[in-house]
């Protein structure tokens, strides 16, 4: 069975990086398409960024473009988020998903596995 597994969360200040990976497992991945979502306290799940397994296809949501970086590690099974001039409106729990087929797609119902998230706090 497919599973997600994210790490890499923590407490970071302002302006500064962090970078979060997911681990994959579970079946072939190689016609996936990965995403990062957030959610924040009181708030709905939102797009974040997303890739083809194999490399490409990337698509961000407007409040990280140029700031955050999605990319793909096949040799090691994992999905990464570099995320550089971090804001504290970018505090949220953040999920891997996976949707398995070519069609990109930004929308959470769309993606049929998710893990079960990392936090990341960014203090002003």
């Known amino acids: 069975q497919v599973q997600l597994v994210e790490s890499g969360g923590g407490l970071v200040q302002a302006g500064g990086s962090l970078r979060l990976s997911c681990a994959a497992s579970?079946?072939?991945?190689?016609?996936?398409?990965m995403a990062w979502f957030r959610q924040a306290p009181g708030k709905e799940r939102e797009f974040v960024a997303s890739?083809?397994?194999?490399?490409?296809?990337?698509l961000y949501a407007d409040s990280v473009k140029g700031r955050f970086t999605i990319s793909t590690d096949n040799a090691k099974d994992t999905i990464n988020l570099l995320m550089n001039s971090v804001r504290p409106e970018d505090t949220a729990l953040y999920y891997c998903?996976?949707?398995?087929?070519?069609?990109?797609?930004?929308?959470?119902?769309?993606?049929?596995?998710w893990g079960q998230g990392t936090q990341v706090t960014v203090a002003s």
């Open positions: 998903a996976a949707k398995f087929g070519l069609v990109r797609s930004t929308s959470r119902a769309h993606y049929q596995y």
């Open positions: 579970g079946r072939t991945f190689s016609s996936a398409y």
């Open positions: 890739i083809y397994w194999t490399g490409g296809g990337t």
